[in-house]
């Protein structure tokens, strides 16, 4: 098992960044790739960004590509996400999420964080 403690969410005006934290605990974490979600209310969760176990491969949601830069830190057991650019559609909670398999898509993913909101003012 690994629990997952996310941080860093906030709010922001349009255009400006934030950087999302989450920390992991109990099992080796890079034996985890890992992936953020966000989800607003009355919507599916939707995939953000994945990296794999030693952060050498990275995947986007094409409406994050080139603005969100995912990495990790697997002495720090952390994984972030550096958001830039931020528009008020990324207004949501934000789920880090972790699996032995690397996917994007969210039924795959075993272990969950609580989320934190995103708020982005225009």
């Known amino acids: 098992q690994v629990q997952l403690v996310e941080s860093g969410g906030g709010v922001v005006q349009a255009g400006g960044s934030l950087r999302l934290s989450c920390a992991a605990s109990?099992?080796?974490?890079?034996?985890?790739?890992m992936g953020w979600f966000r989800q607003v209310p009355g919507e599916e969760r939707r995939f953000v960004a994945s990296?794999?176990?030693?952060?050498?491969?990275?995947r986007y949601a094409d409406n994050v590509k080139g603005r969100f830069t995912i990495s990790r830190d697997n002495a720090r057991n952390t994984v972030y996400l550096q958001m830039n650019g931020l528009k008020p559609e990324d207004t949501a909670v934000y789920y880090c999420?972790?699996?032995?398999?690397?996917?994007?898509?969210?039924?795959?993913?075993?272990?969950w964080g609580q989320g934190t909101q995103v708020t982005v003012s225009s």
């Open positions: 999420a972790a699996d032995t398999a690397w996917t994007v898509r969210p039924d795959d993913y075993d272990h």
């Open positions: 109990g099992r080796t974490f890079s034996d985890y790739s």
């Open positions: 990296i794999s176990w030693e952060g050498g491969h990275t």
